[in-house]
């Protein structure tokens, strides 16, 4: 005759599911702000004082520049960041979990050079095969998650032996309110962690950069925020 469930078990078991009903919560919101804003996310999510963060990850490809390279874009929004690497690469390969947000970046980025996939899907979840991408980039994402090393882990799954993993992101800050009007899970992101992050996720040669660049994002009250960013990038060994 089995056994009941120990007490210990039982709370192990519904601390579980209450942590799932958190992340299921999270996720769920998280689309539907993203859903509902991705009209005008080509301003909000593409408002850069110089712009050169987008180029300064772009230029992190340049050991594996070839026609036949594939990339990943993961949480790509709009394709402000795609824009960029469709110049560059063979195969672009562009994931977010809002449908409205895929259809403005369909639309943005018709007259790519790269053949340009579109695929629904979380970054915790990626929709794509085992080492399936010579680079996989997170541009201004990270700081959505509520694990942000679960996402780093699939972006590691997906990129070849060799292969780049880029994070862009904001420099910690505190501007509270972006966590309710931008869905921001986290203010910001240290990039030491971050570079120790991508470390315990396998990668080497992992360095960090701060950038020149600032996210430029009007807080309520119509105050102007400048948020400086950092860029932190590792390599898949082989």
Not at 107 to 133: K, M, W, Y
Not at 179 to 188: H, Q, Y
Request: glycine share 8%; proline share 5%.
């Amino acid at each position: 005759e089995a056994l009941a469930p120990s007490l210990e078990d039982v709370e192990a078991r519904d601390a579980d599911q209450a942590r799932l009903a958190v992340v299921l919560a999270e996720r769920s919101d998280s689309r539907a702000f993203f859903d509902r804003i991705a009209g005008d996310w080509d301003v909000i999510g593409s408002d850069f004082k110089l712009g050169t963060g987008r180029l300064a990850a772009v230029s992190a490809l340049v050991d594996l520049v070839q026609p036949s390279l594939v990339v990943a874009d993961v949480g790509c929004g709009t394709g402000y960041l795609a824009a960029g690497l469709g110049r560059r690469v063979g195969r672009l390969l562009c994931v977010d979990n809002s449908p409205a947000m895929l259809d403005h970046a369909r639309a943005n980025l018709q007259d790519a050079r790269a053949e340009v996939e579109f695929r629904l899907g979380t970054i915790e979840s990626l929709p794509i095969a085992d080492q399936e991408v010579d680079a996989a980039f997170a541009h201004m994402v990270l700081h959505h998650l509520p694990d942000t090393r679960a996402g780093l882990l699939e972006m590691v799954r997906i990129v070849r032996p060799g292969g780049l993993v880029c994070c862009v992101d904001m420099l910690p800050h505190n501007e509270a309110w972006m966590r309710d009007e931008m869905a921001d899970t986290r203010l910001g992101l240290d990039p030491s962690v971050l570079e120790d992050d991508l470390r315990a996720s396998g990668l080497v040669d992992v360095e960090r950069e701060i950038l020149t660049d600032h996210y430029l994002v009007d807080a309520p009250g119509g105050r102007r925020v400048e948020l400086p960013l950092h860029l932190v990038r590792g390599r898949k060994p082989v």
